[in-house]
Each structure stands twice: as C-alpha cells, then as structure tokens.
C-alpha cells in the first residue's frame, strides 16, 4: 500500500510538473516574442497577411483561451499544423520518431553495457592498470562534447576506413552504429563510474564479510549479493539518461543527417516554424519526464527505505 | 589529578578533530592549501585554466596573425612551424582564432554560471528560509525547469529572444538556476535549524540579515563547487548551440562557431574543427578536476550526495 501511495504522489507530481513545461514553452512562444507572426514570418510582413495569420492561428484570443485551445488540442493527439511541412505537427513526429528512438535505444545499450562492465571491472581491479585505464576512459567520456566524437568517429570508421555508412540510414541498423557510440560514450562514462564508486561502497558492508564467510568466492559475492544492492542509485540515473541521450539526440542526429526528432527541432527554428518547435520540444520533453518518473518509481519498488520518507 | 588532566587532553584532541572534520576551523585559504598538497591534478587543472583565461586576454600580444582577415594563399594549410595548429578556409591561423574565440567561449562558461547561482541562492535561500507556499511555488517551478533537456529549453530561448552574445548568457542562466536552488534550499533548511540561527531569531534579528549572515556564508563551500562544476555544462552548452547554428553568430566567435565552421572541411582539414573540439574538452575535464578536488576539501557532504 504505501508502495502504491508513493508512487501515485510522484505520479500527481509529474503531472503538475508537466503542465508547467507545457505553459512555460507556450508562453515563450506565443507571447514572449511580441508578434510572432513577425518572428515566424521575417520583418517584411504587411498588415493584411499579419491580420490573416494571426486569424488563423487564433493568436487574437487572450493567452489562457490559446492555451486551452492548445492543451484540449494535445489529448487528441492535434498539436497544430507544421508551417514549413505544411502537415499535421503529430503526424511529423510520428514519422520522425523511429529514428531518435532507435538511435536513443541503441545509444542506451552502448552505455549501460559498457558503463556497468567497465565499472564492475574497475571495483574489482581498484587501482590496478585495467581500473586506471577504464577511468581514464569514463572520464574522457563524460567531458569529450558529443560533436567532437561524432565527427571523429564518421572521419576515420567511415570518411577513411568505408566501414559504416557516412551519414543517413541507407544501412539499417548499421548506419545507427556510430552515431550510437558518439551518443552513448558520455552516459557510458557517468555509468561506469556511478558503478565503481557504489559497489565499492556496499563491498565494505557486513553482508559482504557473511557472504565472503559462508565461503562464496569472490565473483560470486559481487555477482549475487554486492551488485543487486549497488545497482539501485545506478538504475535511476540509467532511466535518468533518457533525458539527456533523447536531447543529445539534437547533435548526433545533425552530424549523421539522421531523419529523428532533433533534426526537426533545428529544422524548425530555422523555418521559423513555431507549431512544429512547439510540438517537438514538448513531445520529448514528456518522454523525457516519464523516463524519470519511471526512475522514481523503480528506485520506489528497488529501496525500501525511500518509502518511508 | 593525573587522570583529570588526561581526560582534559583528550576532550581537547577530540574537539579538535571533530573541528577538523566539520571543517569549520579552518579557514578557506587553509583548506585550498590542503587541496594543493593532497590533489597534484586539481592545482594543474587550475594553472591551466588561468593560463588559458591570461592567454585569451593577452591574445593580440601573444600572436602576430589577425583573427579576422587572413591569407587566402595559405588556406587549409596543415599544422606547421608558421602555423601551429593550420590555418582555415579562408587562410586564417587557426591557434590565433583559438585564443580569440576562447574570449567569448570562457565568458560563456563565467558569466551565465554566476548569473544563475545568483537566481538559484535568492529562489532557493527564499523558499527554504520562508518554507510553506513560497517554497511549494519556487521547488515546482524549479521542477519544471529541471524537467527540460536543457539543449532543447536553450534552442527555444534562443528562439524566442534571437541570436547574440548577451542573449546566450541569458539562455544559460536561465536553464541553470534550477539546480542551484535545489541546492541552497536543501542548505538553509538544515541551517535554519541550527542554534545560532535560533539565537539570532530570538534577539529579533531581521530575517533578510539572518540569511546573508548566517546562512549564505555556510553555503559558500558548495557554492563555490557548483560554480566550478557548472561552468563546464555552461561552455559544453554553448558550443553545441554554437555548432547547431543557433548560438554565436559571426562577425563574433567561439570555439563552437569554429566547429561549426569547420564541419564541410572536416575531411581535406580536419584541424580546424578539431582544435576547438580539444581546447573544449581539456577546459571541461580541467573544470571536473578542479571542482572535484575542491569538494573533497570544501564540502564532503556534497560528496555523499
């Protein structure tokens, strides 16, 4: 019951949470700018088509009735008509978002392997060669900006050695391979060093010693009973990095020309197209908090003790 | 009396390690010493980045090539002993557009990093000191902050306001106060509780004074670290605006820019991009380093975090 209870409050939370990042992208959209049909469509507008646009857009309502307008338009699954595509904005994101979850899963699968093996590795070696080298490694990860591997990577593996594909998905899921690495190094590193540092922590607690007692050797110790309990807080921020690998997404997508979600964002600031900016910033900002309600909801049911609080 | 004096001794030791621990004794330059001594990494990291910070004020000193106009013979030449790290597109010496980008490339990692802790102690110090409604009103609206990606919330406030240097630092000390606030809140909560905050609110001390007192210096420690810890989010952001096309505009530029520049000549010259892409990532990591150094002596309860 309290399990239940915890999880429907954090459930309410994200909810409120929600509709202000709805508002917030809606005010400063809409409002913020003065005319945004001026915004939309370049300083050299004259009166009659600002009038027609802004008709048309019911930007001539009072803010609160857009916005009702707009939400009562997002239960539908109706967020507007892109101005560039000259289609539905859901229906664009519909298109588009195979891409950046593929691109997203793959880029998971990169760094919670690679993360959580080089991190068990690392606790086990502490201050060996191999524990350096992975840390050295991690760290690389997390501070290299994620352009900086994306176009290294596209020169050498496919500019030069014509292993992967260059850009685009002509390939399948190959042509997803390098854009996914470029992605995933950075939440590779964070994981792997989250690992290291909790497992070592929870290998000094008394559990570990009874294990170690009862004569369970030393991997079976750390597999059983010392990884379950450090995998906990490294769970959470594995659901927590779908934020930032659906946002990286931006980057990756632009270098690869990959046809996803992040394409569409700066495809549609520079097409100054405001519905479908709009729909695509708060689409994966929706993802975004329901990976991490999902992360509170585990670290719920994985922790005992959170409940309590 | 052999015995008192040996308990006195020993109250004595045990204040004075239990003050060592807290680390309220001693004073910043004492604990920035005992960083020196015990982090080799972290005081290199910080030589560096003030060499670097000198070298990109110093710029038009140190390099006798021009930032702007260049020598359209010499164009997407290698690394040499003229040019140190090659030239660009239009000729230009690549390391001088380094040290002139790194202008506003650091000021970008500074300013909008203070900009927001300024925002995140005034929201965060209010709501955990005034608690209630305030801080119900300030945390959600935080929450909602931190519920962005913070790319796509800077894309879009870089929309909504236009291009430019200022309006970038406002993007970013608008993405960033959030985690401060979480921060101080969470501090002034626990400090509000202590007994010398207690005292001064019953001689009926004004609780503005109580907060800047009282509770501000006792944040400074963490304060200090989430600036340096938040400086390389800051630059890492801007660059990928920058690269996405949304950030620096020219005739300015910025490490991002000059990645960005350089992109269509990545395969014939890929140092153009290449350097700004390292100058980033040697900033960054000296930035991790410094600040992990400094919440290992400033702040270990950060640590546990």
Not at chain 1, 204 to 228: N, V
Request: proline share 4%; with cysteine; net charge neutral.
């Amino acid at each position: 019951m309290s399990t239940l209870k915890s999880i429907g409050k954090r459930v309410l939370g994200s909810v409120i949470v929600l509709i202000g990042v709805i508002l917030i992208i809606f005010l400063m959209l809409r409002i913020l700018p003065g005319n945004a049909i001026i915004t939309m469509m370049g300083e050299h507008v004259d009166e009659e088509n600002i009038a027609r646009m802004t008709a048309e857009l019911g930007l001539d309502k009072p803010w609160y009735v857009q916005f009702a307008v707009y939400v009562k338009g997002l239960f539908t699954g109706d967020m507007g008509t892109s101005l560039k595509y000259h289609k539905p904005v859901a229906e664009l994101i519909s298109t588009y978002f195979p891409t950046t979850i593929c691109l997203a899963a793959m880029a998971a699968v990169v760094a919670w392997v690679v993360g959580i093996v080089c991190g068990v590795i690392s606790a086990v070696k502490k201050d060996k060669l191999v524990d350096r080298l992975f840390m050295g490694f991690s760290l690389l990860g997390v501070s290299v900006p994620v352009f900086m591997t994306a176009m290294v990577l596209q020169y050498f593996l496919a500019y030069k050695l014509r292993i992967f594909p260059i850009q685009g998905t002509t390939m399948g899921l190959i042509s997803y391979v390098l854009p996914a690495i470029a992605l995933g190094w950075n939440s590779a590193g964070s994981v792997a060093r989250l690992t290291r540092s909790t497992l070592l922590e929870v290998m000094q607690s008394d559990y570990i010693d009874t294990a170690r007692a009862k004569g369970r050797g030393a991997t079976g110790t750390i597999i059983f009973h010392a990884l379950r309990n450090a995998m906990i807080p490294v769970i959470t921020v594995m659901a927590m990095q779908i934020a930032s690998l659906l946002s990286g997404a931006v980057i990756t997508e632009t270098i690869f020309s990959l046809p996803g979600i992040g394409r569409l964002c700066v495809d549609a600031i520079s097409g100054r197209d405001v519905p479908l900016l709009q729909g695509s910033v708060i689409f994966t900002t929706i993802l975004v908090i329901g990976g991490n309600l999902i992360a509170d909801c585990l670290y719920t049911v994985l922790d005992p003790r959170i409940r309590k609080e | 009396m052999a015995t008192f004096n040996n308990n006195s001794n020993n109250s004595a030791a045990l204040s004075e390690e239990l003050a060592g621990q807290i680390g309220e004794s001693e004073t910043l330059g004492v604990q920035l010493r005992r960083m020196a001594k015990k982090n080799k990494l972290a005081v290199f990291s910080a030589i560096l980045l003030i060499l670097l910070l000198l070298s990109a004020i110093f710029a038009p000193v140190l390099t006798p090539y021009d930032a702007v106009t260049g020598n359209t013979a010499e164009r997407l030449q290698g690394p040499s002993f003229e040019h140190w790290l090659g030239t660009d597109e239009m000729g230009r010496d690549v390391l001088t557009r380094l040290l002139y980008g790194a202008r506003i490339s650091l000021a970008v990692g500074i300013v909008p990093t203070l900009v927001s802790l300024i925002i995140g102690v005034a929201l965060g110090m209010t709501a955990g000191f005034l608690g209630g409604k305030v801080d119900y009103i300030i945390m959600r609206f935080a929450d909602v902050m931190l519920a962005f990606p913070s790319l796509l919330l800077a894309m879009v406030i870089m929309y909504t306001l236009g291009d430019g240097v200022i309006n970038i630092f406002l993007a970013l000390a608008l993405v960033g106060w959030a985690s401060v606030a979480r921060v101080v809140r969470s501090e002034t909560i626990s400090l509000k509780e202590s007994e010398y905050v207690e005292a001064a609110r019953s001689m009926g001390m004004n609780p503005v004074k109580i907060m800047f007192r009282h509770i501000l210096p006792n944040c400074m420690p963490s304060l200090i670290v989430l600036f340096t810890l938040n400086i390389p989010s800051a630059i890492l952001s801007e660059s990928s605006l920058s690269f996405l096309g949304i950030g620096i505009q020219l005739p300015n530029s910025s490490w991002g820019l000059m990645v960005n520049m350089g992109r269509q000549f990545f395969n014939q010259a890929p140092w153009i991009s290449l350097a700004p892409s390292v100058a980033i990532m040697l900033v960054v990591l000296s930035c991790n380093f410094l600040g992990d150094g400094l919440r290992d002596v400033l702040d270990p309860h950060l640590n546990n975090q």
